[in-house]
Every structure is written in structure tokens, then in C-alpha cells.
């Protein structure tokens, strides 16, 4: 079963920047489409960006995060990344990877909180 280990998160303030990491283990992602999840304070994972299998890396975003944040991928190295700029407050919470559909075992997951 593929695991994934995600890292990168901090503190930050408004307007700042951050480059999450997710690396998968156990197989490979290639053929997979694989989002990052955010998980605010009370409430559940949001998707928010996804990286596509198709060839020419398509990317998909929800609208808050789109032209702020950037989802790519590394299949050699197994690994996807989130690089996020402009961060609001509103953006603070616990970001997961996973795969799009059918989940595997969500990791631990990384902090990411921005304050004003």
C-alpha cells in the first residue's frame, strides 16, 4: 500500500511563502493522480489542488487557491509539491497528499499556519 510523508509546513505571515513536499513509499505514483488536502481547524480535508497522470503534467485548483498556489510532480523521485505564495490566514491548517481517488492511508500530514 502507498504511503505518503508529507513536510515543509511552518509559520509564516500573510503574504509569505511555503514549499510542501510529499513523498510516496511502497509504490509508485506515476500513473496516479494525486491532490493536496487541507484540513482547517473543526473542519474536514479540502482538495485543493491536484496533479495530474496525464502526460504534460495538467494541473487542476479550486478557485482560492488558484494563482497562488502550484502543485507539480517528480515521478522519478516519487514525490509531489505544493509551492504556495501569498498565503492568507484563511490557509492555515494541516496539508495532506493523497491520491485522487481511491484514498490510501492518510499520512501525518504538515502544519502550515499564517498569521496576520
Known amino acids: 500500500q502507498v504511503q505518503f510523508v508529507e513536510s515543509g509546513g511552518g509559520s509564516v505571515q500573510a503574504g509569505g511563502s511555503l514549499r510542501l513536499s510529499c513523498v510516496a513509499s511502497?509504490?509508485?505514483?506515476?500513473?496516479?493522480?494525486i491532490g493536496w488536502y487541507r484540513q482547517g481547524l473543526g473542519s474536514g480535508r479540502q482538495r485543493g489542488a491536484v496533479?495530474?497522470?496525464?502526460?504534460?503534467?495538467?494541473?487542476e485548483y479550486v478557485h482560492f487557491v488558484e494563482g497562488r498556489f502550484t502543485i507539480s510532480r517528480d515521478n522519478a523521485k516519487n514525490t509531489v509539491y505544493l509551492e504556495m505564495k501569498d498565503l492568507k490566514p484563511e490557509d492555515t491548517g494541516v496539508y495532506y497528499c493523497?491520491?485522487?481517488?481511491?484514498?490510501?492511508?492518510w499520512g501525518q500530514g504538515t502544519q502550515v499556519t499564517v498569521s496576520t
Open positions: 511502497g509504490g509508485s505514483i506515476r500513473l496516479k493522480d
Open positions: 493523497n491520491f485522487r481517488r481511491s484514498l490510501t492511508t
Open positions: 496533479a495530474t497522470s496525464l502526460f504534460g503534467g495538467a494541473t
